[in-house]
């Protein structure tokens, strides 16, 4: 099946079988990685990415529903300036663990931060209670989340001034 | 890569696990393994197999088919017998995913099932895989003289959680060298096991860690059968092969009993301990579960007259991927909260009835003991910071008078109290015997490499070391770099665990950047410098199992964990938990609260969940307490700058501080976890009735 979307920002075109998942299609067709293979079930939450801008489990979209999306994955939004701030926090508050789920937290963040520029410390937790992460505390991450909207607000008014 | 930027490229999606290292014309290996628990097997038919496919059994293997575990052996592949469901049994390989599993489900093998042993309860005689038995003082006479005795039976839970990342190897050959990426915690241990397997030299394997691996569990064994699977599996095939294998970390049931003497003044002067523990079907070399429980079954405690019996059960059950605080938190659990249970059914206030326990008797000759000075401070503090002794007598008085009508919509409140330690490396036979080392190389720009084999999952150890080391050289820490995933490259450091890391190559790290500091005069570059010693040149080995008191080594936390209960569902929420930690000197603060608020959810998950596995997210709102940690520092002076590495300590702390504090909450001594509105449901039925 000949499939068209555009993948970080950029058209491609595939020949796939339908049902091949996102994420088998982003780590083995275009090798990109950062989209990692946990449970491939849709527990996880390892292999988020966005489609048409909306947080998804990429091992739960199959090739078919793909035509005409846009599809970002970690190493596309790396490239954007909403990165920077998220990679400012995430170094300064230092919770990066093993890594394993790290690009999939910074996705969820911008997922959260685009639907809530100030979410209180309850809503924070409220949207990362289910990823799976062994390595880091919950309090770091949402003192991280907190500094990204404060570094966000404060470009905001830079710019305005 | 320097520190700095291997963090940034993990935030930007660039890290490269095991998994995602892709070799061009890889093939993909396919492991057949036992569907029974216990018996025999013979494989009866294999369908042929299209070119490029293989299928391998035990007697392919080229060299020896013995996995090298301390004070046991287990094999590759199963010959014959089946010790365990999941016992790898043959191999499969070849160029298409899908085509090998058609071709697996054609393998026609038979089993002889013959009756497994699948707990301790079901444990006889030939099942003990090891015991041992502790004697001290008149035990006998204690009972038979003492004014009350209590005792009662504790049990720890099943537990299993899902590994997020696949355990996954892939090995090829390049002139007849083998080059195995995998993700083993102990690179030479693999590589020697997979040159033994493969009938080849030692030099002519490589085994790479890749940049980053998920921290879950002993990781060792599993990954060590996975790289020689896929490593026999590309000699045969003569392609790249890659394998993964999903699994998840364990931890079996045990049953700790406790039969202890009291005086009048009820205070404990004698104790019967009888101990099972789970092996599973093997043995595993380290962590040395059955030594570190004995070790911790007293707990910080001393008593003059005592009596354990301690048994190591070897049931047919997967013996790999088991957590690492595995043994002692088995012990903690039944010795913290024995301790607070005689002290509610005493009258008296746990953190009197343990304090008193805490060793008495001063060193010959008067010598100092820094270790019980630490203990009574840090549990004086962690008191003194929860308020402890007003909450819980609060908590005791009104629990125990009658409740006016509007008072039974009120939550159950309870507050308990446990005391525990960490750092057993000086127990483990193999650490005393095997030198391990650390190399450092030093620039003329100022550029240092640390070249070390304690290969870690995540950077907690590389950014110590780092700041080790850039403040006895005046580096920046984020500049310096590190050769620490490869054999051929790295020198072997040991196992990674994170207290004997920190403290033994820790040490060396520090010994090598005063040997740099005093060649650095004379202005010769680059300077390179190696430090290696076994662990018994710097632990003091000679303690008797059952008294922890005289470790200085040890890592020490009291830890106080306040309550409620809903009255309507039973919910039990974690309010505030307070810790003091005694771990040395305390060199990176900030980092370590991380690593403790990790342990304590992890320590909650365990004792709250009914079925761990696919539920270890994020905990939910009502399990995330108020988390107040203070140190108490006293430089070790074993330890690099004084540092003594924390480890799994602070899980430890939560199970037995938790199900005190809500046995207190409902006023019912309960010994097992874990604990869900339907166990307390169930209490209280009974206590009813």
């Known amino acids: 099946m000949k499939i068209n979307f555009i993948l970080n920002g950029k058209e491609t075109h595939i020949d796939s079988a339908p049902l091949k998942s996102l994420l088998t299609i982003i780590r083995e067709d275009f090798g990109l990685t950062g989209t990692k293979y946990?449970?491939?079930?849709?527990?996880?939450?390892?292999?988020?990415?966005?489609?048409?801008?909306?947080?998804?489990?990429?091992?739960?979209?199959?090739?078919?529903?793909?035509?005409?999306?846009?599809?970002?994955?970690?190493?596309?939004?790396?490239?954007?300036?909403?990165?920077?701030?998220?990679?400012?926090?995430?170094?300064?508050?230092?919770?990066?663990?093993?890594?394993?789920?790290?690009?999939?937290?910074?996705?969820?963040?911008?997922?959260?931060?685009?639907?809530?520029?100030?979410p209180t410390r309850e809503e924070i937790i409220e949207s990362l209670s289910s990823f799976f992460c062994l390595c880091s505390g919950y309090h770091q991450v949402v003192d991280a989340i907190q500094y990204i909207t404060e570094l966000r607000s404060k470009k905001k008014s830079e710019k305005k001034s | 890569m320097a520190l700095q930027e291997e963090m940034i490229q993990t935030l930007k999606g660039h890290s490269k696990f095991a998994s995602d290292i892709k070799i061009k014309n890889c093939y993909y290996g396919h492991i057949i393994t036992s569907p029974i628990h216990k018996g025999t097997f013979s494989i009866k038919?294999?369908?042929?197999?299209?070119?490029?496919?293989?299928?391998?059994?035990?007697?392919?293997?080229?060299?020896?088919?013995?996995?090298?575990?301390?004070?046991?052996?287990?094999?590759?592949?199963?010959?014959?017998?089946?010790?365990?469901?999941?016992?790898?049994?043959?191999?499969?390989?070849?160029?298409?995913?899908?085509?090998?599993?058609?071709?697996?489900?054609?393998?026609?093998?038979?089993?002889?099932e013959e009756t497994p042993c699948l707990s301790i309860n079901e444990a006889s005689e030939i099942n003990i895989l090891q015991k041992e038995y502790i004697h001290k003082g008149d035990v006998a006479q204690t009972f038979m003289k003492c004014a009350k005795i209590i005792e009662n039976e504790y049990k720890t839970n099943f537990e299993e959680y899902q590994f997020i990342e696949p355990q996954t190897a892939i090995a090829y050959w390049e002139n007849k060298k083998l080059t195995v990426y995998c993700t083993t915690k102990n690179l030479f241990y693999t590589r020697n096991n997979i040159a033994e397997f493969l009938n080849i030299s030692k030099n002519h394997a490589n085994v790479i860690v890749p940049d980053f691996v998920q921290d879950q569990?002993?990781?060792?064994?599993?990954?060590?059968?996975?790289?020689?699977?896929?490593?026999?599996?590309?000699?045969?095939?003569?392609?790249?092969?890659?394998?993964?294998?999903?699994?998840?970390?364990?931890?079996?049931?045990?049953?700790?009993?406790?039969?202890?003497?009291?005086?009048?003044?009820?205070?404990?002067?004698?104790?019967?301990?009888?101990?099972?523990?789970?092996?599973?079907?093997?043995?595993?070399?380290?962590?040395?579960?059955?030594?570190?429980?004995?070790?911790?079954?007293?707990?910080?405690?001393?008593?003059?007259?005592?009596?354990?019996?301690?048994?190591?059960?070897?049931?047919?059950?997967?013996?790999?991927?088991?957590?690492?605080?595995?043994?002692?938190?088995?012990?903690?659990?039944?010795?913290?909260?024995?301790?607070?249970?005689?002290?509610?059914?005493?009258?008296?206030?746990?953190?009197?009835?343990?304090?008193?326990?805490?060793?008495?008797?001063?060193?010959?000759?008067?010598?100092?003991?820094?270790?019980?000075?630490?203990?009574?401070?840090?549990?004086?503090?962690?008191?003194?910071?929860?308020?402890?002794?007003?909450?819980?007598?609060?908590?005791?008085?009104?629990?125990?008078?009658?409740?006016?009508?509007?008072?039974?919509?009120?939550?159950?409140?309870?507050?308990?109290?446990?005391?525990?330690?960490?750092?057993?490396?000086?127990?483990?036979?193999?650490?005393?015997?095997?030198?391990?080392?650390?190399?450092?190389?030093?620039?003329?720009?100022?550029?240092?490499?640390?070249?070390?084999?304690?290969?870690?999952?995540?950077?907690?150890?590389?950014?110590?070391?780092?700041?080790?080391?850039?403040?006895?050289?005046?580096?920046?820490?984020?500049?310096?770099s590190f050769v620490s995933q490869n054999t051929q490259n790295a020198p072997d450091s040991g196992p990674l665990t994170e207290t004997r890391v920190i403290t033994h190559i820790g040490k060396l790290l520090e010994q090598g950047c005063y040997s740099i500091l005093a060649k650095k005069k004379k202005g010769i570059f680059p300077i390179t410098i190696k430090k290696a010693s076994s662990i018994s040149s710097t632990q003091d080995t000679k303690v008797k199992i059952y008294d922890s008191t005289y470790c200085d080594s040890l890592t020490w936390c009291a830890a106080v964990i306040e309550i409620e209960i809903e009255p309507v569902t039973l919910e039990i929420i974690c309010k505030n938990f307070w810790l003091t930690i005694e771990a040395g000197t305390i060199l990176e603060p900030e980092k370590i609260r991380i690593q403790v608020e990790k342990e304590i959810l992890s320590g909650i998950r365990s004792v709250s969940f009914k079925q761990a596995f696919k539920d270890h997210k994020y905990t939910p709102k009502q399990n995330l307490p108020l988390i107040s940690l203070n140190f108490l520092e006293k430089p070790y002076k074993h330890g690099p700058l004084g540092a003594k590495g924390i480890g799994e300590l602070p899980s430890l702390c939560v199970a037995p501080a938790y199900v005190a504090a809500v046995s207190q909450a409902i006023g019912i001594n309960i010994t097992k976890f874990p604990l869900v509105p339907e166990n307390i449901e169930e209490y209280l039925a009974k206590n009813e009735d």
């Open chain 2, 217 to 480: 569990g002993e990781k060792q064994i599993l990954p060590t059968l996975i790289a020689s699977y896929a490593a026999l599996l590309s000699y045969v095939a003569k392609k790249p092969v890659t394998i993964s294998y999903n699994n998840t970390v364990k931890r079996y049931p045990s049953i700790i009993r406790h039969k202890t003497a009291l005086d009048e003044n009820h205070l404990p002067i004698g104790a019967k301990i009888e101990f099972y523990i789970d092996a599973g079907a093997f043995n595993i070399a380290y962590p040395n579960i059955f030594k570190r429980a004995l070790f911790s079954l007293c707990g910080a405690y001393e008593l003059d007259n005592l009596e354990i019996n301690a048994y190591y059960i070897r049931t047919n059950k997967i013996p790999f991927t088991r957590f690492l605080n595995t043994g002692p938190l088995e012990a903690f659990f039944a010795i913290e909260l024995h301790t607070s249970n005689i002290a509610r059914i005493c009258e008296l206030d746990p953190y009197t009835l343990k304090n008193s326990l805490l060793q008495r008797t001063p060193k010959k000759n008067n010598e100092k003991i820094n270790s019980t000075e630490s203990i009574r401070e840090i549990l004086t503090d962690v008191i003194k910071r929860a308020d402890f002794l007003r909450k819980y007598a609060a908590y005791e008085a009104f629990l125990k008078r009658k409740k006016q009508p509007d008072e039974f919509n009120l939550p159950m409140r309870g507050i308990g109290i446990s005391l525990c330690f960490f750092g057993f490396d000086f127990l483990d036979e193999l650490l005393k015997t095997t030198k391990y080392s650390i190399k450092l190389s030093l620039h003329k720009n100022n550029n240092l490499t640390i070249y070390t084999s304690a290969v870690e999952s995540d950077q907690s150890l590389k950014q110590l070391f780092a700041t080790i080391a850039s403040r006895l050289l005046g580096l920046n820490a984020a500049k310096i």
């Open chain 1, 38 to 118: 946990g449970c491939a079930h849709g527990e996880c939450n390892s292999c988020l990415v966005f489609v048409n801008d909306m947080l998804v489990n990429s091992c739960l979209i199959p090739a078919f529903r793909l035509a005409g999306t846009r599809v970002t994955t970690i190493e596309g939004f790396s490239q954007s300036k909403e990165f920077q701030t998220i990679e400012k926090a995430f170094l300064k508050i230092n919770i990066i663990g093993c890594g394993f789920c790290t690009p999939s937290l910074i996705l969820a963040t911008e997922a959260l931060l685009s639907n809530k520029p100030h």
């Open chain 2, 45 to 112: 038919k294999v369908p042929e197999l299209p070119h490029g496919y293989y299928f391998i059994t035990s007697k392919d293997i080229p060299g020896i088919n013995k996995l090298s575990l301390y004070l046991d052996n287990m094999p590759f592949l199963a010959e014959k017998e089946i010790h365990f469901e999941g016992e790898p049994l043959c191999l499969i390989c070849g160029p298409l995913k899908e085509e090998l599993e058609r071709l697996a489900g054609q393998i026609h093998i038979e089993y002889q």
